[in-house]
Every structure is written in structure tokens, then in C-alpha cells.
């Protein structure tokens, strides 16, 4: 099992950036495939983006790509997500999920597979 953390939300106006963090417990950060996931009020969980235990490989959302970028140190057992040209419509609250691998480079955009989610920092992005 590992214990996450998130870190980074908060109140932006359009067109700002963010960066979020996830730092993970425990000595086997690097088994885990990680993700970012957010839930906005009244809608379902959806896939941000996601990342493979070696962090070679990556996902992104349709809505997100070029404008997000995930990253992973394994050294310091974090996974982070830069998120630039924010828009309202990215308003939610964001969490950091793992998942054990056996293969080094596969990343898993669903999140039905991640057994191990982070509490959640809300990300607000006013008009």
C-alpha cells in the first residue's frame, strides 16, 4: 500500500497556471502507474492524466492535452501535474491516484484499476 498526498490547488483566474503535487509514502513508489484524476460538482471522476511506473510514457485527457503536463521523480516518490492555461471549466477537485505495475512502461487511463487515491486538493479557476 502507498499513502498519497496531494498539494498545489487553489483559486486561479482564467488563462493562469497551477501545479499540483503528489507525494507517496512507503519504498515502492516506483511499482506504481500513477494518475491524476478530477471530479467536478455533479459530474462523474474523469481521467486528467496518467503516467507509467518509469514515467516514459504518459495520457492525457482530449481536454487537457497541451495544456497539462504529468511528471513523475521516483527518487523523491512524487508525481506532479502542471496545469497551464486554465480555463472554469477545469474547476474540481483533483486526485492523485496508484496503481501496481508489473511492466515498467504501460500507463492505465482508467481509474477503476487504482487502488490507492489521494484526498483531493480543489482546483477553482475563476472567469
Known amino acids: 500500500q502507498v499513502q498519497l498526498v496531494e498539494s498545489g490547488g487553489g483559486l486561479v483566474q482564467a488563462g493562469g497556471s497551477l501545479r499540483l503535487s503528489c507525494a507517496a509514502s512507503g519504498r515502492t513508489f516506483s511499482s506504481y502507474a500513477m494518475g491524476w484524476f478530477r471530479q467536478a460538482p455533479g459530474k462523474e471522476r474523469e481521467t486528467v492524466a496518467v503516467?507509467?511506473?518509469?514515467?516514459?510514457?504518459?495520457y492525457y485527457a482530449t481536454s487537457v492535452k497541451g495544456r497539462f503536463t504529468i511528471s513523475r521523480d521516483n527518487a523523491e516518490n512524487t508525481v506532479s501535474l502542471q496545469m497551464n492555461s486554465l480555463q472554469p471549466e477545469d474547476t474540481a477537485v483533483y486526485y492523485c491516484?496508484?496503481?501496481?505495475?508489473?511492466?515498467?512502461?504501460?500507463?492505465?487511463?482508467?481509474?477503476?484499476?487504482?487502488?490507492?487515491w489521494g484526498q483531493g486538493t480543489q482546483v477553482t479557476v475563476s472567469s
Open positions: 491516484a496508484a496503481r501496481q505495475a508489473v511492466s515498467y512502461n504501460t500507463y492505465f487511463p482508467g481509474a477503476s484499476g487504482y487502488g490507492n
Open positions: 503516467i507509467s511506473r518509469n514515467g516514459g510514457n504518459t
